[in-house]
């Protein structure tokens, strides 16, 4: 017994949550400690996407009618298929009394209509540490004395902010002096009026995504105010500036960044002449300590070739992930590789580029003019180059040619192909790969069935 009793509150409260009355009343004798455990509840949910034996109304009742002592570590609700207006003052009391037992981590996935508002405790709870909202919460006040001490996650999904009394959304960010994680989706802040500004001094972590499916995008800009930030997952239509970007100790970054042309994107690519009006350059600058750069998006790539100027010398950068679109010149892939010096691995997700003014893709010439015959590759320091999808054309392996030509300090190439193809196609590609003439002795060859 004495050895289960210096077990910690968390697993002893997991233990006790599978003892029947009768057991658990044995053990709460023995142990004074064990008696406390016996109010906690680990988990309590409700999700109207599975089969319920009972209704949300009767599930909210029996959570107000819990013992004054019970307390709940994990709260969860989501309603996404029903009209929930007749229920906000039940749902708000619910979480009202919920948030007095000291639980650590609320989920609230709600399609909440206009005229809902969440109670103002939930941004003051002292015991949360993981918080998450969403969707279609409106946000527009916060309490003066909004402190949530304790929370490091904060998730939010298609939530909008407003500055009824000061921006929402900073407050919120200011009430979180120990924030650690910060993830947003479906963003549409374009929409929101608030301060165009993302600043918390503990954030380490940070996820954007925009809602893309919008025909119109118009923000003047954003401003990342996040110095301890060490990890960045942002997909956005690029604003018309980021006037500051204290991003310096961001180690990895996952880029998926769009340029609007008059403030429109049609999913096309842009023409040179094109009307740009988004403006990376300060995001293209301040990541200039990452060590793992993905560009997982073709236009991503594109964004960096028309702000290819702002691109800096990127001295830690060592991995690197371009996404790329058989139609979409690799124009900005040489101006990245020169300023990557010890860049060690570079990994191309998608068709290596094909020239699309070419009849015949099956054909050596249809390699792009834009590579320059891939002279940017001779002074390329990459000793692990991935090419998730290969397959096999003329023009591939000609691209593959330049490759392991070019590249003197390769020492692994490792090749996507399609389980799909037929075995004896998959053989003659393998072959001609690994024929080919390396200038790297070093360098061995991975084929990756997919």
């Known amino acids: 017994m004495d050895r289960i ?154 939530v909008k902010f407003y500055d009824r009394c000061g921006c929402a959304f900073q407050k919120l960010l200011s009430a979180c002096p120990v924030l650690v994680e910060l993830v947003m989706r479906e963003v549409e802040w374009e929409h929101w009026k608030w301060s165009r500004c993302v600043s918390s001094p503990t954030l380490e972590r940070l996820t954007i995504s925009h809602n893309f499916l919008v025909d119109e995008y118009d923000l003047e800009s954003v401003t990342f105010d996040i110095p301890s930030l060490t990890y960045l997952d942002y997909g956005d239509f690029i604003p018309e500036a980021y006037p500051i970007v204290n991003l310096d100790s961001v180690v990895e970054a996952k880029l998926s960044i769009i340029l609007t042309v008059e403030h429109n994107w049609n999913g096309n690519f842009i023409r040179d002449d094109a009307l740009i009006t988004g403006d990376p350059t300060n995001l293209i600058k301040g990541l200039k300590n990452v060590e793992i750069l993905n560009l997982s998006s073709p236009e991503t790539t594109e964004a960096f070739y028309f702000f290819r100027g702002a691109i800096p010398v990127y001295n830690n950068l060592h991995h690197l992930s371009i996404t790329t679109d058989n139609e979409l010149c690799w124009k900005a892939l040489p101006y990245v590789l020169k300023s990557a010096p010890n860049l060690k691995t570079l990994v191309i997700r998608g068709l290596l580029h094909c020239n699309v003014n070419s009849e015949n893709y099956d054909d050596e010439e249809t390699v792009c003019e834009c590579l320059s015959r891939y002279s940017f590759l001779w002074s390329c320091p990459v000793k692990v180059l991935e090419i998730t999808e290969y397959g096999g054309t003329k023009g591939e392996l000609e691209q593959m040619k330049h490759f392991l030509a070019k590249l003197k300090c390769l020492e692994l190439l490792k090749v996507g192909v399609y389980a799909t193809e037929p075995e004896e196609k998959l053989l003659h590609l393998q072959v001609d790969v690994l024929n080919l003439p390396k200038s790297s002795h070093k360098c061995k060859i991975r084929f990756n069935l997919s």
């Open 5 to 158: 009793n210096n077990l910690p509150d968390e697993i002893i409260c997991h233990i006790v949550s599978f003892l029947s009355a009768k057991e658990a009343a044995f053990a709460s004798v023995l142990s004074k400690r064990w008696r406390n455990q016996f109010n906690i509840m680990l988990s309590v949910e409700f999700n109207d996407s599975v089969n319920n034996p009972t209704s949300l109304s009767d599930f909210l009742n029996r959570v107000l009618a819990l013992p004054l002592s019970s307390r709940i570590r994990n709260f969860s609700l989501k309603c996404r298929k029903r009209d929930l207006r007749p229920q906000y003052a039940l749902v708000n009391r619910c979480l009202r009394n919920v948030l007095k037992r000291c639980v650590l981590d609320l989920k609230l996935s709600i399609e909440a209509e206009q005229g809902y508002s969440l109670p103002l405790e939930v941004f003051t709870c002292k015991t949360l540490v993981k918080l998450e909202l969403g969707t279609g919460f409106d946000i527009d006040i916060l309490p003066e004395d909004a402190l949530l001490p304790s929370l490091k996650t904060l998730f939010l999904d298609s």
